[in-house]
Structure formats: C-alpha cells, structure tokens
C-alpha cells in the first residue's frame, strides 16, 4: 500500500486570490487528514505565490500524519526545513520563475551539493527524497548522495497515458526496479489523477508515497473532498 500525501498548494493558491484567509489552509489540512490522507505536502517557491514560508511553521503542529516539505534547497528554505523539522524533505531543483515543477535534480552534475544538503538534513534527523526524472543514471546518482528515498517525477507517465500510451511506465518500472535493488525509497508525483494512478501504483512495485496536489482540488470540485481522497486510497491499496 502506498500511502497517500495530499499537496495543499492549490488551497493556498485559492485562499491568495483574494487576500484574506479563506479557504485556511491549515483546516483543510486537518480536515483532509480526518478524511484518511496518510501525508500532507507543500512546496513553498521563492515568490511565495501560493503556500507561504508561514504557512509552512502553521502547519507544524497541525499534521500528525507525514509531513513533506518540497523545494529547491537555497538558505532561506534550508533554514525553514531545519527549524520545522518535518517528517521528509523533498529537493526539487525548482528555477525561480517556474510556473511548476518541470524537472528533476541531475544527481550526477549536482552530486557534491546534494551530498552536502542531505547530509545537513539526515543529521537533523529528517528523511530525504530527491525528485527525479525516470532515468536510470539519474537514480545511481541519487543513491551516492546519500538520499533515503527519490520522488519519480510523473508528468511525462501522466501525460502519455491520457494519450492512451501505457508503454510510458517502462521507463518507471525500471527506475523502481533498480532502486529497490539498491535500496531506495520510491515515492512519485507531478500529475498523478484518479485516471492515472491506479495503473501506476500496480506497476511501480515498491511504491512509498505518492503526493497529488492538482487533479485531486479539481476532481473535489465535481466529487467533494472526502469522496476523492477515499477514492485515491482506494486506488491505492
Ligand atoms: C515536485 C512537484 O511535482 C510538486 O511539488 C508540484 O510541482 C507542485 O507544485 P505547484 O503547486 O507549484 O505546481
Ligand atoms: N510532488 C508532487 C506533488 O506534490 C503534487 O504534484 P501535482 O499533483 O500538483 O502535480
């Protein structure tokens, strides 16, 4: 069984639209948590456009399932994820001006600073996972630096199975595969829906934790929340 982190970042996006506090970010937290989410994510970008670094230390005592911070590890953020102390920290090699995440880390160009960075969290005792794309050198790369775990990055599996190619989890079953031999965690995002993630789940074997953000705001627009989230854990037994 995977479990199941919902990304809140849309929530903040809503709340932000407007100025004020509603929808408040920490009780559809709570609530999502009550509904049976297994993990709450954020990913706080430099802008702040969406969940801010206060939200951030908000949250703290709220979550009392998994708590996964995302980001791209500068100072500033760095600082956040130490003083917090979540559950997991995901490094994601966001560009400043990115509308969303489009890429993962190379482990391999980037390997030292990765080193360095887990190193700082794991001493922390927080558990890492570095987002990556489905590439097999990328994973050997990842399990040099240290890392627990590695976040597949899923839009190009996501996408390519709404055009109806299922080949497209090729490339992540062999990632999975190798990772489990050489003993990292695997978690997965970016895209991941009600339509996609089933198949997902019954190819990656080993799955960790999948974190959904997106489609699952849009899917409780039509659906409601707490139908979608016992929808995904479902879909993910
Ligand atoms: C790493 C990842 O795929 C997610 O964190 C995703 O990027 C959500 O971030 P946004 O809500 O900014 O799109
Ligand atoms: N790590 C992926 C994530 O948190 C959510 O991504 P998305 O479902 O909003 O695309």
Redesign the pocket.
């Known amino acids: 069984m995977a479990k199941l982190s919902v ?1 809140i ?2 929530i903040a ?1 809503l709340r932000n639209s407007r100025g004020g506090d509603i929808p408040n970010v920490v009780q559809f937290a709570k609530d999502v948590q009550g509904f049976g989410a297994e993990g709450i ?1 954020i ?1 706080p ?1 430099p802008d702040e456009r ?1 969940i801010r670094y206060k939200d951030a230390y908000d949250l703290k005592s709220e979550v009392y399932t998994e708590y996964n911070i ?1 980001g791209n590890p500068v100072p500033k953020f760095m600082d956040m994820v130490l003083e917090i102390k979540p559950t997991q920290v ?1 490094l ?1 090699p966001d560009a400043e001006d990115a ?3 489009n890429a993962g880390w190379d482990t391999l160009k980037h390997k030292d600073f990765l080193i360095d960075v887990i190193k700082e969290f794991k001493n922390n005792g927080i558990r890492t996972s570095i ?1 990556v794309d489905p590439d097999l050198h990328q994973i050997e790369g990842a399990k040099e630096t240290g890392t627990d775990r590695i ?1 597949l ?1 899923t ?1 190009a599996y996501a996408h390519q199975y709404g055009l109806g190619n299922k080949e497209a989890i090729r490339p992540y079953m062999a990632c999975a595969g190798l990772a489990n031999a050489i003993g990292l965690g695997i978690n997965a ?2 895209d991941l829906s009600l339509d996609n993630i089933k198949f997902f789940k019954e190819n990656i074997t080993g799955l960790l934790e999948v ?1 959904i ?2 489609a699952l705001i849009a899917e409780s627009l039509y659906l409601g929340v707490e139908q979608v989230v016992k929808m995904y854990l479902d879909k993910l037994k």
């Open positions: 990304n970042n849309k996006t994510t990913h970008r969406h995302e995901t994601v509308i969303t995440s987002f976040e990055y839009e995002g970016h974190s953000g997106h």
